[in-house]
């Protein structure tokens, strides 16, 4: 496509109820990155996915967060049992495999999770 | 390590006034140097970047060079608009990953 979609948009959920949460990169974008913004705060690394090379699971909170990407498509983030602080907007980003030192990301309007 | 660190806001200006926001970075090597600007409701953007020493990024009136010595990345611009009220993020990319600071709220009255 011709940006990077995230759905859905908002999300409102209970307390120790899983979500899932989804990623539509650039067409031909290999790189694709998730992070989360907590409200008055910066970006916070999640994970990283570089084509089908082992994805870079080291900003991971817990083991209730997960995410899996099929190829150089379509990303899922999966928030197991969520609890209030899990409460953010998480944002995608995505690039060319040699792009990011040079053009940057570009990033998805994000995802408002609220936990309730 | 890696890591960026920016001036807290908020900063409120009014319409024409002069802007800095300061941003100052560490890093192991050389990174590329970005400077990322949120709109309310809207996701991040990328303003300007500059990729080695003494390059100047520039676009829409912004404008940041990268200094080695100081390890610094400022953002300058000479007469900031209402619509320019946004959330701007300095950024480093190191090692296949970007390094956010915190983020600088600016608010310009008309």
């Known amino acids: 496509g011709a940006g990077v979609s995230q759905s859905p948009s908002n999300k409102v959920t209970e307390k120790g109820k899983d979500v899932e949460l989804r990623c539509d990169p650039i067409?031909?974008?290999?790189?694709l990155y998730w992070y989360r913004q907590r409200l008055g705060q910066g970006l916070e690394f999640l994970i990283y996915f570089q084509g089908n090379s082992a994805p870079d699971k080291s900003g991971l909170p817990s083991d209730r967060f997960s995410a899996e990407r099929t190829g150089e498509s379509v990303s899922t983030l999966t928030i197991q049992r969520t609890q209030q602080e899990d409460s953010a907007v998480y944002l995608c980003a995505s690039s060319t495999r040699d792009g990011p030192g040079i053009y940057g990301y570009t990033f998805g309007s994000g995802t408002r999770l609220t936990v309730v | 390590g890696n890591s960026v660190t920016q001036m807290e806001g908020p900063v409120t200006l009014s319409e024409e006034a002069f802007l800095t926001i300061n941003c100052t970075y560490t890093?192991?090597?050389?990174?590329?140097l970005f400077w990322y600007v949120q709109y309310p409701g809207e996701g991040l953007q990328l303003l300007l970047k500059a990729t080695k020493a003494d390059d100047k990024g520039s676009n829409k009136g912004f404008e940041a060079t990268y200094r080695k010595e100081t390890t610094s990345f400022h953002l300058e611009k000479g007469s900031v608009q209402v619509s320019d009220s946004a959330v701007y993020f300095c950024?480093?990319?190191?090692?296949?990953?970007?390094?956010f600071g915190s983020g600088t709220k600016l608010n310009v009255k008309p």
């Open positions: 067409s031909g974008h290999t790189a």
């Open positions: 890093a192991t090597g050389y990174p590329s």
């Open positions: 950024a480093s990319y190191n090692f296949n990953k970007f390094y």
